[in-house]
Structures are given as C-alpha cells and as structure tokens.
C-alpha cells in the first residue's frame, strides 16, 4: 500500500485531530513510498530500529516516538543516529501516543483492560484517558496484584491494603500516576498505572485507593501491537511486533 494511505487512515481511526499532545502523531520521519511490511514496538530506540531492518520493516509504528516537547530541537547525537539510520534504509517512522492510549479499542487502556480481564465501563478524565471498571468478581488485593503481574510478566509495585477486597478499577497506562487524584475522585477500589511518584504513595495510603505501578512498558505493549495487527487485517500487510525489552 501506499505510505499515504496508511498515513491517512491511522490519522482517521485514531481521531488524531481530537487531542492535545506532547509530541507529533503519525508520520515522524519519511522513507520509501509503498509499504509492504510493518513492524510495530513501543519505542522507536536504536535496538527497536535495527530490529526492525532485520525483520524488513518498510514502516515502523510505535508508542513513543521522537521530537517531543521541551527536548533539544537539534539533530545531533542519539537522536541524528537514530533518525539517520531510518533515513538511510528509507524505513519511515509513524508514532502515535495519547491518540493511541484512549482508543476504545485498539488503545493501551483498552488492550490492558482485556489482558487483566477487566470489564470497561467508561472512559472518562482528561480527553477520555482514565478507563473505569470493574473485576469479574470481587477479590483481595493480594489476589488481584498477583494475577497482574503474572498477566504481565512483572512484579508490580503496590500500596494499599492486601487483605482488602476489591471490586472497582480505574487505570490508564504509562507515566499516569498523577491520575490518581482522579481515580480518587471516581471511588474506586484501586488506581492501576505504569509508574510511580513520590507523592503517589502518600495520596494512596491517606485516600484508601490502592495504587498499583505495573512498569510503564508492560503496560503499553498492547495497544500498538493491536494496531499493527488491525492494518495488517484491514490491507493484508506483513506485519511483526518486536518487544524490547524494558524494566522501567
């Protein structure tokens, strides 16, 4: 297909022009025209590129792209190293992140709610980034952290009470810790984040809303896979997700 096409219509679904970001989405740096195969990852770091190439990426799609608001403008060391490798093998890079987060269903919050098995409720929050809802049934903290981190693949980080019984979830993924005071607002049982402040801690302990820090990567890794999957369904693309992995 036509590197516009997918340009066009990753625009559309995401409903890019609703949010108000910290960085550009969609198409970040230009390679060849026609794409035939994506490769899709959460952050577009050197070790992601390369393994991009090797799988015969033509375009990559991630999370966490580049020229983001407050860093240095300047084309110089990691980031010239970074976007001259995608220029010189004409691999072009499309990044999508709060447009990504709040998709009902291709979104990080979204995939995160099916991978812990969470019944979606509403979106709610700032532009719709705080996913609300609930256990299939009620359970214990201890209980319910556990199935988090087996579900995945990292021990979570938790405040709260482990013999408290939960029923009610809020979450959104990534650095969104600060929602808490939110989800404090909302009632619910537990706050579920990617990671966690100083004053998290506190908030949690004097709210009585367990917060659970799950690792800002392993909560992400679902949302941009579901998106390279749905392009390859919707124009029969090749298409690979490589997982880099990250403990943060």
């Not at 036509?2 to 219509?9: A, D, H, M, S, V």
């Not at 033509?58 to 403008?73: P, Q």
């Not at 990292?154 to 959104?172: E, F, H, Q």
């Not at 969104?176 to 990617?194: K, N, R, T």
Request: net charge negative; hydrophobic share 40%; aromatic share 8%.
């Amino acid at each position: 297909m036509e590197l516009k096409q997918l340009i066009n219509y990753t625009r559309q679904i995401l409903q890019v022009e609703r949010f108000s970001d910290y960085c550009p989405n969609g198409l970040q740096v230009e390679g060849k025209s026609q794409v035939n195969k994506i490769v899709t990852g959460v952050s577009a770091s050197m070790d992601f590129l390369k393994a991009a190439k090797s799988a015969g990426a033509d375009a990559v799609l991630v999370h966490h792209g580049y020229f983001w608001k407050n860093e240095e403008a300047c084309l110089v060391g990691l980031k010239r190293n970074r976007i001259k490798f995608l220029l010189d093998n004409e691999i072009s890079l499309l990044a999508y992140h709060l447009p990504l987060d709040a998709h009902p269903e291709l979104g990080n919050n979204a995939q995160l709610g099916t991978v812990l098995g969470l019944n979606v409720q509403a979106y709610t929050g700032n532009q719709g980034l705080i996913a609300q809802g609930s256990l299939g049934e009620s359970q214990t903290l201890e209980r319910f952290s556990e199935h988090v981190g087996n579900q995945l693949g990292r021990v979570p980080l938790v405040i709260g009470d482990l013999s408290r019984t939960i029923k009610n979830v809020a979450w959104c993924t990534g650095g969104a810790q600060g929602y808490i005071v939110d989800a404090i607002e909302l009632g619910v049982d537990v706050f579920i984040s990617g990671e966690i402040s100083e004053q998290t801690f506190h908030l949690a302990r004097e709210s009585g809303v367990a917060y659970i820090a799950a690792g800002h990567h392993a909560t992400e890794r679902y949302g941009i896979r579901a998106l390279g999957e749905h392009l390859a369904n919707q124009f029969t693309l090749a298409h690979e997700f490589i997982d880099i992995d990250n403990p943060v």
